[in-house]
């Protein structure tokens, strides 16, 4: 069964460096999401991307944050200068249509130091 | 302005027995509704999507949908140890986005 995988599992990183999370939608999907989950809430909407633009994105997808389908079948989400705060884990997601069913990824454990 | 809520856990069910969890939601615009399976340090699991009010049933699972009280439930029938886990309601928000709930903790006891 087709589904979204992530690398890395685990990103330390140190405050104020860069990471790049990178995602593989399942092939015939033609949305892309990215959630977060701080530690012990609840799961919140980043961004979502459809026919290489951005379609939505949340309050807390700011001038730090971009994303990118660099080639046919990666997605990934950047983070210029690390905060604290983006400590948490980051799920990437696709759909077959905008209102259809999401699956998720594993999930990319992110530890800003 | 919380857009979906879910009725606080955590909810600790005997083996066999019937587990019923609630959410409503803020936005009448919404059509497409999920729950969402997520297991201690894992991913949100798909378990079911309705789109349509009444109920709509999966083996053990059942979700029901009335728009009109802006409610959505699951019941898990029988439920096994294996069940216990966090039950996540999503709502799509506009046209590309869920809206999750907070999660509601659900303990079988064997």
């Known amino acids: 069964e087709p589904e979204v995988t992530q690398t890395p599992s685990h990103q330390v990183t140190q405050m104020g460096q860069e990471v790049i999370l990178r995602c593989v939608p399942i092939?015939?999907?033609?949305?892309f999401y990215w959630y977060r989950q701080i530690l012990g809430q609840k799961v919140e909407f980043l961004v979502s991307?459809?026919?290489?633009?951005?379609?939505?994105k949340s309050e807390i997808f700011d001038d730090q944050f971009s994303v990118e389908r660099p080639d046919g079948s990666n997605f990934t989400l950047k983070i210029r200068s690390t905060k604290l705060e983006d400590s948490a884990m980051y799920f990437c997601?696709?759909?077959?249509?905008?209102?259809?069913?999401?699956?998720f990824g594993p999930g990319t454990r992110l530890t800003v130091l | 302005q919380k857009e979906v809520e879910q009725n606080s856990g955590p909810l600790s069910v005997p083996e066999g027995a019937i587990a019923s969890l609630n959410c409503t939601y803020s936005?009448?615009?919404?059509?497409?509704f999920f729950w969402y399976r997520q297991y201690s340090g894992k991913s949100p699991e798909l378990i079911m999507f309705?789109?349509?009010?009444g109920d709509k049933e999966d083996g053990r699972f059942t979700a029901q949908l009335n728009k009109a009280s802006q409610y959505v439930s699951l019941l898990i029938r029988d439920s096994q140890p294996s069940d216990s886990a966090t039950y996540l309601c999503?709502?799509?928000?506009?046209?590309?986005?869920?809206?999750f709930g907070a999660g509601t903790t659900v303990t079988v006891r064997a």
């Open positions: 997601a696709s759909s077959a249509a905008n209102t259809d069913t999401q699956y």
């Open positions: 092939s015939n999907h033609l949305y």
């Open positions: 991307f459809y026919n290489n633009e951005i379609s939505e």
């Open positions: 936005d009448r615009g919404s059509q497409s």
């Open positions: 309705i789109y349509s009010n």
């Open positions: 999503a709502v799509n928000i506009g046209d590309y986005k869920l809206s």
